[in-house]
């Protein structure tokens, strides 16, 4: 049974003796986005047959077997164990939870997570922490989350997003004759972003969030549409929570599973707005053809406009020219003949004022049509300026919806989890790349809080490719610290990892100015594109980029002592299709790559080879520190098949410290670890600091240790080093002989004193 998570006054994760612990492993999986049956991955077309069931609200469809099989559990399991990780994130959206209705819970559903985590929790070594996970909202406007039937309890209709542009689909660049990209227009890379700033996702999270201040008369069943979705959400997951502490309490007591996340990537729609007659300039994604909000709500109603085009490139989004859309008189809205069909099925009952057929913008009377047709814009500012109950106006920003109507929602979460649990981490997780909320000493921050976010470097995300000669600043330019995008670009490949390194620093330590010094700071998620370099690696088996990309984020977060969740292990990885999400291909591991067999390590990681065979690490009975581990040690095998990027993810870090961090730095290509801590003066000789020491690139041959104090043992079978040091500045240093790399002679092991009061402990 994993020990239980503590957390310390200074804001680290930590055991009950006060030793900081680490935790490091993967989201798991991203097929959780799409159901499993009927199988609706975005790479699908949806011509008549697809339709039927993926805009049908009563056509039945399972999430069952995502995120993994039961029967493979624990083989992809093991394999992420290989890696030395200890955590994985488990993503769950809303949709595989409620998907039948609101108030219609899929049981089964839930049952098959309890027996995921059971398998998981009798394999030992693994915490979870669960996260509702959403992007764009749902996959209806472009992404993955909410149900189908939230949309249409907006009063939308995802049939025609197509036509309206309110949303842009993976599935509407597929031929539906052959189920391949047309080459005539192809899916964009890293397009589906942009569906954030289109009509149905900027609605939905506006009325999630803002409803009661934005959309007041947007009531159904007697209560305003924000406090039914967020009621039916958090209820969703709190009957989740219930399940499991109902069929697998063992989950709960036995520390697997360790907390729940508040909720994936939040974004506040059109809240803040303060023109909707221009696109924002601090709208640093434009991808595509990019309405002004005015234009989105024009289309919605199936008039046409002309709307800017944008690409993407290394100096920021450049408009390339302009794009005429005409839906023809299709509406992004029902119909009162579906409405009244819709309602029916799900007991809807709506207010008076809320009129079908009919943008809810328009009757919140923030734009109208004239009687000769032509659309007026009547309040432009009208989402960043707000008239209350009281008839006060506040203006409205992004740190006002960070610090108010994310704050709403989150004290909902907060209040209905701590009902049933006070032991669990919450993860409050604000908007990607935000201000956190100022909630220091405030009591949304318990003992028990963790501040989750996320982290992806813009341009590699992009443009999927690492640029050695050039990057930017991205957490800079989220910030607005600079004037021109120029002034963050940061030159040379050395610059670049020292770049990121600094960016999650100042994330860090801004946590701790606006949320408390004792809440812990953990990437949820943190990751890299495998398809880098238009696919190049898939046609000549070299992840080079991949590597130095990867290797730059590591050597950021292990400077930093910081727990994440890598995005992502995806089981059902492919090369033609990535993720099965919009192209999305950032699998750690991949079924098309277990063909090359098991990668093994060489001198330098732009020479690294393939072999049909898993390493096999022999161990002999030796001498010294570490003879006692080693003596009943059997041929361990550790199974890196279908792994990329194999010398990046797997490293040594500490897994415990018996006292404080200071630094840390892995050189895989030189294959030296460097870990700088202060001791405890707790006094505690019997709890050592541990270092997860994998064998793949140091397999116990040639390997020297230098420390400044203390002993050492090893237990292989875990691949864990036991260091026994002093109190105070403390620096251990683990090399190895190169040119023995592939010594195949007895494994020895001998210690020395050196004069300098270097303690070593050298494996010949």
């Known amino acids: 049974m994993p020990e239980k998570i503590y957390i310390s006054s ?6 009950t003796h006060g030793n900081i612990i680490q935790l490091r492993g993967v989201n798991l999986d991203p097929s959780v986005k799409i159901p499993s049956s009927p199988f609706q991955a975005t790479h699908l077309p949806i011509n008549n047959e697809f339709s039927t069931s993926f805009y049908n609200p009563t056509k039945p469809l399972s999430f069952i077997n995502h995120p993994l099989p039961l029967n493979n559990v624990e083989d992809h399991i093991n394999r992420i164990k290989s890696l030395g990780y200890n955590t994985i994130r488990l993503p769950i959206p809303w949709e595989a939870i409620e998907h039948e209705g609101p108030g219609i819970y899929d049981y089964k559903y839930m049952d098959y997570i309890i027996d995921l985590l059971k398998i998981i929790n009798n394999l030992g070594g693994i915490y979870v922490y669960i996260d509702p996970h959403q992007d764009v909202w749902s996959r209806f406007c472009g992404g993955s989350g909410a149900p189908l039937w939230t949309l249409y309890c907006a009063g939308l209709n995802p049939k025609h997003f197509k036509s309206t542009e309110a949303a842009i689909l993976h599935n509407h660049y597929i031929d539906s004759r052959d189920g391949k990209e047309r080459n005539d227009k192809k899916y964009p890379k890293m397009l589906w972003p942009s569906n954030y700033t289109k009509l149905a996702c900027q609605t939905m999270f506006t009325l999630f969030f803002a409803g009661k201040t934005l959309a007041p008369k947007c009531i159904i069943n007697g209560m305003n549409i924000q406090d039914y979705l967020q009621g039916k959400f958090v209820d969703a997951f709190m009957e989740l929570y219930d399940r499991i502490s109902l069929k697998g309490d063992e989950l709960l007591a036995n520390n697997c599973i ?14 803040g707005e303060k023109n909707l007659n221009i696109i924002p300039k601090d709208r640093y994604f434009k991808m595509g053809s990019t309405p002004t909000g005015f234009q989105s709500l024009i289309l919605g109603e199936g008039m046409a406009t002309i709307v800017d085009v944008y690409n993407l490139t290394l100096l920021g989004p450049q408009k390339k020219g302009t794009k005429k859309i005409d839906p023809k008189g299709v509406k992004a ?12 099925k799900f007991n809807w009952v709506r207010g008076a004022e809320w009129v079908p057929s009919r943008c809810i913008w328009r009757i919140h009377k923030v734009w109208d049509i004239l009687p000769n047709g032509m659309p007026i814009l009547l309040k432009p500012n009208y989402f960043s300026n707000a008239t209350m109950e009281n008839n006060n106006t506040i203006e409205m920003d992004e740190t006002y919806f960070i610090n108010n109507q ?8 907060h209040s209905e989890m701590r009902k049933r649990n006070k032991e669990l981490l919450l993860f409050l997780q604000p908007p990607v790349l935000k201000q956190p909320p100022k909630i220091i000493n405030s009591d949304l921050v318990d003992s028990r809080t963790v501040y989750a976010c996320h982290f992806y470097d813009g341009m590699s995300l992009m443009f999927k490719t690492w640029n050695r000669r050039y990057n930017a600043d991205t957490f800079g330019i989220m910030r607005h610290k600079y004037m021109s995008p120029i002034l963050a670009l940061v030159f040379g490949e050395s610059n670049i990892r020292k770049s990121i390194r600094r960016q999650l620093k100042e994330m860090k330590d801004e946590s701790k100015k606006f949320l408390g010094p004792s809440v812990p700071v953990f990437l949820t998620e943190i990751g890299m594109p495998f398809d880098m370099d238009n696919r190049k690696a898939y046609k000549d088996g070299c992840y080079t980029t991949q590597t130095a990309a990867l290797d730059a984020l590591q050597f950021a977060l292990e400077g930093n002592n910081l727990s994440y969740s890598i995005w992502c292990y995806c089981h059902q990885n492919s090369h033609d299709w990535g993720d099965n999400w919009n192209n999305e291909d950032f699998s750690i591991w991949s079924n098309d790559d277990l063909h090359r067999g098991c990668v093994k390590a060489t001198s330098e990681y732009h020479q690294t080879h393939f072999t049909n065979e898993c390493i096999m690490i022999p161990i002999s009975p030796g001498t010294g520190d570490i003879h006692q581990c080693l003596q009943d040690a059997k041929e361990l095998k550790f199974d890196y098949n279908g792994f990329r990027a194999i010398d990046a993810i797997l490293r040594p870090y500490p897994l415990k410290i018996n006292g404080e961090f200071v630094d840390a730095e892995f050189n895989f290509d030189n294959k030296t670890y460097v870990l700088k801590i202060i001791g405890s003066d707790k006094k505690i000789t019997s709890k050592p600091s541990k270092i997860f020491l994998p064998h793949y690139h140091f397999p116990l041959r040639d390997v020297t240790i230098h420390s400044s104090s203390g002993k050492f043992s090893f237990d292989p079978k875990h691949q864990i080093l036991k260091w026994y040091h002093d109190q105070g500045q403390q620096k251990l240093e683990i090399s190895m002989d190169k040119s023995k790399f592939n010594n195949n002679e007895e494994t020895k092991i001998s210690t020395s004193i050196r004069n300098d009061n270097i303690v070593g402990c050298t494996i010949t």
Do not use: A, H, M, V
Request: charged share 25%.
């Open 406 to 413: 994310f704050l709403e929602y989150y004290r909902l979460f």
């Open 258 to 271: 360790i907390g729940f996340e508040s909720i994936n990537e939040p974004n506040p729609g059109f809240i």
């Open 10 to 15: 200074t804001g680290e994760f930590c055991d």
């Open 333 to 344: 809205w029902l119909s009162q003949i579906d409405r009244t069909l819709i309602d029916k």
